[in-house]
């Protein structure tokens, strides 16, 4: 195979599919053909691309012929609908949306953590939930100098992760309610602008919603820790693009400050910003468009000899979503991993 690939990009239109084309772009990904793909609505519209440009074209059962890199980003249940033509294609399809990450057929891959299961793929590489990712890249290097006991995490997530009509929705309602009116709610199903809600995924049983149980499910996938105690409480938050969160770490030994800001400071893919004399900490405004998740406020958990206490900010588009897939097909490039190592067991 050439080092060149033909890409197609499922779902180009959306706000993920977009970052993935500007980032191929800014990254000189190895491209020989690129193909944009969407829903028929979204069909003969026109993006511009290194010079050219191009048309997106409606998915069809032709789409995938002759291509090596699906690229998709277009919700759950059109991966799902896709994804046996794309495999039988010939093509690995790495998928942002939630309907392989917990197939254990399906290696759930964030580079700086556990890029070898990429190696296991049988045509489809599932890219995990953005705050699991944002999370993960974060606290991993202290996790490999000794294992986490507990994680409790609280997010706060921006419009962007409910896509790009989210976000101008927030805009809308920010404009009417500094106009005195009432704020509607089309997209998301409460006002988000000058408020906040618990993230309105499904609940389970136990109370806690689909969102928060993706951090849990996913986060002991991705570390291989099936044992590993996690809760989480996910909140949506009037802010545009870049997440948040707050984390809590238990140990079963005291783990040095010193020692865990130096560890995070020298991670790959990670940004230490800190000024306690300013009390500067990261923020989604300076995360925002950036590739690395910022972190800070590493300090003592006051009420634990063994805990520490962290906070992050990231970019949910960026390397919550788009940036780890480009990241993904970068290493499959790099190792030669493209070609599935064993038959597909994948329906």
Not at 33 to 60: R, Y
Not at 96 to 119: G, H, Q, T, Y
Request: aromatic fraction near 6%.
């Amino acid at each position: 195979m050439s080092d060149k690939l033909r890409v197609a990009v499922l779902g180009a239109t959306g706000a993920v599919g977009k970052e993935i084309l500007e980032l191929l772009a800014s990254r000189n990904f190895p491209l020989k053909h690129l193909k944009l793909l969407a829903s028929p609505k979204s069909a003969g519209k026109e993006i511009e691309f290194g010079g050219e440009t191009l048309k997106v074209e409606a998915t069809d059962s032709s789409s995938f012929d002759d291509i090596d890199l699906v690229l998709a980003s277009a919700g759950g249940s059109t991966s799902r609908a896709w994804a046996s033509q794309i495999v039988a294609a010939g093509a690995v399809m790495i998928d942002n949306s939630s309907a392989f990450r917990m197939n254990p057929e399906v290696p759930l891959v964030v580079p700086e953590i556990n890029p070898d299961a990429a190696a296991t793929h049988q045509g489809i590489i599932a890219n995990p939930n953005c705050t699991t990712i944002l999370m993960g890249v974060a606290i991993y290097p202290l996790h490999q100098l000794q294992a986490i006991k507990r994680i409790i995490v609280a997010t706060y997530q921006s419009a962007s992760g409910a896509g790009a009509r989210a976000m101008e929705e927030v805009k809308l309602q920010a404009e009417a309610i500094l106009q005195g009116k009432k704020p509607q709610p089309e997209i998301l199903p409460y006002p988000l602008a000058f408020n906040l809600f618990p993230h309105n995924s499904p609940l389970n049983d136990a109370g806690y919603c689909e969102e928060e149980m993706k951090m849990v499910n996913e986060t002991r996938k991705i570390f291989n820790a099936p044992e590993l105690k996690v809760s989480a409480t996910c909140v949506r938050v009037p802010v545009l693009r870049a997440h948040s969160e707050t984390i809590n770490l238990e140990f079963a030994q005291p783990f040095s400050i010193k020692q865990a800001r130096d560890l995070i400071a020298a991670a790959p893919g990670v940004k230490l910003v800190e000024d306690w004399d300013k009390n500067y900490f990261p923020m989604p405004i300076d995360a925002t468009g950036k590739d690395d998740v910022l972190v800070g406020r590493i300090r003592q958990d006051i009420s634990h000899p063994c805990g520490l206490e962290l906070w992050l900010c990231g970019d949910q588009i960026r390397k919550g979503a788009a940036l780890n897939a480009i990241q993904i097909a970068e290493l499959l490039l790099e190792k030669s991993w493209l070609k599935p190592s064993v038959p597909s067991k994948i329906a």
